[in-house]
C-alpha cells in the first residue's frame, strides 16, 4: 500500500458525506491528508527499528497502522474536530522545534538569495537530520529558476519550513494581483499570502552599518540598538522560510509537498518566537487585521511522501480555468477543481 492509495482510500469514504459546497470538502481531505502523514511520522519516530525504504517491512506494516487509526466514514463527521486539533497540535509542535532552533543557532539567520543575489551555496541543516539547498531547478525550463533539493530522507509529515511572504486579506488584494502573481498562494480562509520579493526586503531594510551578531566591545546603548535592528529582521532572515523557493513539479514529477494553513500567536507559541515567524500583514490599519492581531496566519510546508536527495515540488493549484503559463501542468485535477469550488 502506498500514500496514495491510503488517501484514495480516505476520499472515497468521505465522498459519501461530503459537502455540498466542494472548497470545503476540499479542506477535509487536505486536513485527513496531512494528519495521515502527521500519525505516520509520529509512528516511525516511536518505532525501535525505523523503515530504510518504502520496500521495507516495517514500512509497510506503519502504513497500515496509521490507515487504520484515521480510516472509516465516521472521521469526516464525527471525529472532524479532533482531527483539527490532532494536525495544529502536531504543526505547532514541529513549527516551534524549528524556531527553538533558529533561537538557539542565531549565526544560522542569514538573507536567502533572489535573482541579484549569488547562489546559496551553503548546507541548511534541517533538525530532522537532512538539509536543504537552494539551488537552480532541475527543471529543464528558463522559468524554473532556483529550486529547493533535500540532501537525506525526510519522511512524510516532516515540517520542512514555512511559505513566507505578506499577509493580505480581500480588502488588500486586487485582483490584478491574484491574477499574474505567481508566488501568491491562498488560504482556505481567505487569506492570501504573497511570497514575491519576501528575501529581497532584508536587504532593502538592513542597515549595512549594523553588523551581523552583537560585538562584545561596545556600549550598552549600541548593543541595545544593535539587538533591537537584527530581531526587526529575523522574520526576512529565516533561513526555514523557503516555501516560495519551491517549484510546482513537472509533467514527469509528482507533488511531494503540500502548504497548510496554522495560527500562530502569543498564546500557543513562546512569545519570543514569534519574530522568527516570515510574515507581516499588508496594513495593521485593515480592520480584518486588527480582529486577528496578535495572532499570525501562516502556511507551513509539508512532506507528503518519503523523500530522499531530490528537488522539493509543491502543486501550485492555478485556477484551471484561468489562462495557465506554458510551465504549468495540471496534477491531481479533481482536487484541483474542488479547491476553486468546481465540481
Not at 18 to 31: A, G, P, S
Not at 179 to 186: G, H, K, P, Q, S
Amino acid at each position: 500500500m502506498t500514500l496514495r492509495q491510503v488517501w484514495n482510500s480516505l476520499a472515497r469514504f468521505i465522498d459519501k458525506y461530503r459537502y455540498v459546497n466542494t472548497k470545503n470538502f476540499q479542506l477535509e481531505l487536505d486536513t485527513l491528508k496531512i494528519a495521515h502523514t502527521l500519525n505516520l511520522f509520529n509512528l516511525i519516530k516511536e518505532h525501535p527499528s525505523p523503515p530504510e525504504n518504502e520496500s521495507d517491512k516495517n514500512w509497510r506494516d506503519l502504513l497500515n497502522t496509521s490507515s487504520q487509526k484515521l480510516g472509516g466514514k465516521d472521521i469526516h463527521l464525527i471525529h472532524k474536530k479532533i482531527v483539527r486539533k490532532f494536525v495544529n497540535e502536531n504543526l505547532l509542535k514541529q513549527s516551534t522545534g524549528l524556531l527553538k532552533h533558529l533561537q538557539n543557532n542565531p549565526l544560522s539567520l542569514r538573507p536567502l538569495p533572489f535573482d541579484q543575489n549569488p547562489l546559496l551555496d551553503r548546507e541548511l541543516p534541517h533538525p530532522e537530520g537532512f538539509s536543504l539547498f537552494i539551488e537552480r531547478s532541475s527543471i529543464p525550463h528558463p522559468a524554473a529558476g532556483y529550486g529547493v533539493l533535500v540532501k537525506g530522507r525526510v519522511w512524510p509529515g516532516t515540517v520542512i519550513g514555512f511559505y513566507p511572504g505578506i499577509l493580505h486579506f480581500l480588502t488588500t488584494v486586487e485582483q490584478a494581483l491574484k491574477d499574474a502573481n505567481e508566488y501568491l498562494i491562498a488560504r482556505y480562509d481567505r487569506v492570501y499570502i504573497d511570497g514575491s520579493c519576501w528575501h529581497e526586503r532584508a536587504q532593502t531594510l538592513r542597515d549595512p552599518k549594523i553588523p551581523i551578531g552583537i560585538p562584545t566591545n561596545i556600549t550598552d546603548k549600541t548593543r541595545n540598538i544593535i539587538k533591537e535592528e537584527s530581531e526587526a529582521l529575523d522574520k526576512f532572515w529565516n533561513p526555514y522560510a523557503v516555501g516560495n523557493f519551491i517549484n510546482h513539479p513537472p509533467a514527469i514529477s509528482a507533488p511531494n509537498v503540500m502548504c497548510f494553513p496554522l495560527n500562530f500567536s502569543p498564546e500557543n507559541l513562546n512569545g519570543e518566537l514569534m519574530r522568527y515567524l516570515p510574515y507581516m500583514y499588508f496594513s495593521k490599519n485593515d480592520p480584518y487585521v486588527k480582529n486577528v492581531l496578535p495572532e499570525i496566519k501562516g502556511h507551513v510546508v509539508i512532506a507528503t511522501k518519503l523523500i530522499e536527495d531530490e528537488e522539493l515540488f509543491l502543486n501550485y493549484r492555478f485556477n484551471p480555468d484561468n489562462e495557465l503559463p506554458d510551465w504549468y501542468t495540471i496534477h491531481e485535477e479533481e482536487e484541483t477543481r474542488r479547491r476553486f469550488g468546481k465540481r
